[in-house]
Nanobody
Framework: QVQLVESGGGLVQAGGSLRLSCAAS????????MGWFRQAPGKEREFVAA???????????YYADSVKGRFTISRDNAKNTVYLQMDSLKPEDTAVYVC??????????????WGQGTQVTVSS
């Protein structure tokens, strides 16, 4: 079992920044593919970003087009934590942000574990 706990959400004005954190349990966190998703009211959950190991210490990062250039995903394997730095926030970024883990690092990822989510609200 992998437990995921998000934090860092809140209310911010358009143009502002927030950094989300997701702390994960598990002994082999460094090999997990980690992803961030979001769900706005009345909308389906959508992919935001992911970070996947590709041999050794190399990690690849993936972003949805809607956040590319504004959001940055990163991880600290020593802390079993993945981050989502969100800059130049827009009202349309308002959603519950959820992190997910694929311990098997499949391709495509199979996210078997999900956090509870953290609310991000961007005011105009």
């Amino acid at each position: 079992q992998v437990q995921l706990v998000e934090s860092g959400g809140g209310l911010v004005q358009a143009g502002g920044s927030l950094r989300l954190s997701c702390a994960a349990s598990g002994r082999t966190f460094s090999s997990y593919t980690m992803g961030w998703f979001r769900q706005a009211p009345g909308k389906e959950r959508e992919f935001v970003a992911a970070i996947r190991r590709s041999g050794g210490i190399t990690y690849y990062k993936y972003y949805a087009d809607s956040v590319k250039g504004r959001f940055t995903i990163s991880r600290d394997n020593a802390k079993n934590t993945v981050y989502l730095q969100m800059d130049s926030l827009k009202p349309e970024d308002t959603a519950v942000y959820v992190c997910a883990a694929d311990p098997g690092a499949g391709s495509p990822p199979q996210y078997d574990y999900w956090g509870q989510g953290t609310q991000v609200t961007v005011s105009s």
